[in-house]
């Protein structure tokens, strides 16, 4: 079985930068696409982004221009950066694995990102 | 981008209740519909894939229909554990995944 884990800072001052890696265990992501989706308090789903095992992206329009994806095959690690942070970011931040056409099969537990200074 | 519109937001309903989510796309999706159940704290959980297909491990008082841009959710007899918050999703990654805005199932 899959498992992921976020790992990252709780605590971000506005207009800095929020940085978080998902660490895969039990399984390769290979396959995969590695996606990050966020949950601001009391409110909905939002996807943020995917990267691929090659490196490919997609990005949310919304989000776009404020995101970084990246991706160490050799670790089994993805990680995200979304630069220049409001309050309107503040959330749990969950990382996960999504099958092509499918679904969202594994998801880490999630963090809470909450951006304040 | 594809929208995604769930109904109702929330309902209640009693332990053995029928209860049917609906979710409409803004465009044809085919079958690329999922479903996720999440309770208070935890991450989501698949439930339902290629719009109908239940994902392993999941009880069978859980289906799915409908393609293109209609789909459902339907839970036959609800049970006690069944009480959460339900998501569609628009699964096809090629196109950007999006999320349905929730609906809410509470207790009567």
């Known amino acids: 079985q899959v498992q992921l884990q976020e790992s990252g800072p709780g605590l971000v001052k506005p207009s800095e930068t929020l940085s978080l890696t998902c660490t895969v265990s039990?399984?390769?992501?290979?396959?995969?696409?590695c996606n990050w989706i966020r949950q601001p308090p009391g409110k909905g789903l939002e996807w943020i982004g995917y990267i691929s095992y090659s490196g490919s992206t997609n990005y949310n329009p919304s989000l776009k221009s404020r995101i970084t994806m990246s991706i160490d095959t050799s670790k089994n690690q993805f990680s995200l950066k979304l630069n220049s942070v409001t309050a309107a970011d503040t959330a749990v931040y969950y990382c996960?694995?999504?099958?092509?056409?499918?679904?969202?099969?594994?998801w880490g537990q999630g963090t809470l990102v909450t951006v304040s200074s | 981008d594809i929208q995604m519109t769930q109904s109702p937001s929330s309902v209640s309903a009693s332990v053995g209740d029928r209860v049917t989510i609906t979710c409409r796309a803004s465009q044809g999706i085919s079958s690329w519909l999922a479903w996720y159940q999440q309770k208070p704290g935890k991450a989501p959980k698949l439930l339902i894939y290629?719009?109908?297909s239940l994902q392993s491990g999941v009880p069978s008082r859980f289906s799915g229909s409908g393609s293109g841009t209609d789909f459902t959710l339907t839970i036959s007899s609800l049970q006690p554990e069944d009480f959460a918050t339900y998501y569609c999703?628009?699964?096809?990654?090629?196109?950007?995944?999006?999320f349905g805005g929730g609906t809410k199932v509470e207790i009567k």
């Open positions: 996960a694995t999504h099958i092509a056409v499918v679904g969202t099969e594994n």
């Open positions: 039990g399984g390769s992501i290979s396959g995969y696409y």
């Open positions: 999703q628009q699964a096809n990654s090629f196109l950007g995944i999006t």
């Open positions: 290629a719009a109908s």
